[in-house]
Each structure stands twice: as structure tokens, then as C-alpha cells.
């Protein structure tokens, strides 16, 4: 079993930036591969980015390239996602999930949450 809590969510202009955490408890964090989600108001869960276990290997959905980044930190058991220029579609609940790969994985644990708004 895993538990996984997000934080640093909050409030932040366009433009801006923000870091996420997800803190993960339980059996070795180390072996999951782990993803970032989010989901807006009205809308379907999104796929946002993921990582492999050492860290060396992610993918990022296209409407986050090159402005997000997802990294990890196995001695923490901590993953993180840095999201900078900040846009306010980018406005939605944040999940950390662990287990899976890609937008289309098999995910077995889920964190609670995490809201970020983004204002215009």
C-alpha cells in the first residue's frame, strides 16, 4: 500500500510559478513509476506528466512541454512538479498518482489532491 499527499498548490498570477509536492508513505517508493494528473472544472481528468523510477526517463503532455517539469527524489520519497509560465487554462485539481505510465496507464495509488488557480 502507498498513500500519496500532495501539496503546494495555491494561487499564483499568469506567469507565474508554483511547485508541487507529492510525499508518498508505505512500501518502496523507489519501484513505482509515478504521474502527475489534473482536472478542471466541466472537464476530464488530464494526463500532465510522468516519470520512471530513477528518475531519467519522463513525458509530459504537449500542452505542458517546455513549461513544466517533473522530477523526483528517491531518498525523499518525494516526487515534484515545477510549473512555470503559468497559464490560466492550467487552472485545475492536481494529482500525484503512482504505478502507471503515461496518460493511459494502469495507476494503483492516488493522492487527494491539490488545487492550483491561475489568474488572469
Known amino acids: 500500500q502507498v498513500q500519496l499527499v500532495e501539496s503546494g498548490g495555491g494561487l499564483v498570477q499568469a506567469g507565474g510559478s508554483l511547485r508541487l509536492s507529492c510525499a508518498a508513505s508505505?512500501?518502496?517508493?523507489?519501484?513505482?513509476?509515478m504521474g502527475w494528473f489534473r482536472q478542471a472544472p466541466g472537464k476530464e481528468r488530464e494526463f500532465v506528466a510522468g516519470?520512471?523510477?530513477?528518475?531519467?526517463?519522463?513525458n509530459y503532455a504537449d500542452s505542458v512541454k517546455g513549461r513544466f517539469t517533473i522530477s523526483r527524489d528517491n531518498s525523499k520519497n518525494t516526487v515534484y512538479l515545477q510549473m512555470n509560465s503559468m497559464k490560466p487554462e492550467d487552472t485545475a485539481v492536481y494529482y500525484c498518482?503512482?504505478?502507471?505510465?503515461?496518460?493511459?496507464?494502469?495507476?494503483?495509488?492516488w493522492g487527494q489532491g491539490t488545487q492550483v488557480t491561475v489568474s488572469s
Open positions: 516519470i520512471g523510477t530513477s528518475g531519467s526517463v519522463t
Open positions: 508505505g512500501r518502496t517508493f523507489g519501484g513505482y513509476p
Open positions: 498518482a503512482a504505478g502507471g505510465w503515461g496518460p493511459r496507464g494502469k495507476y494503483d495509488y
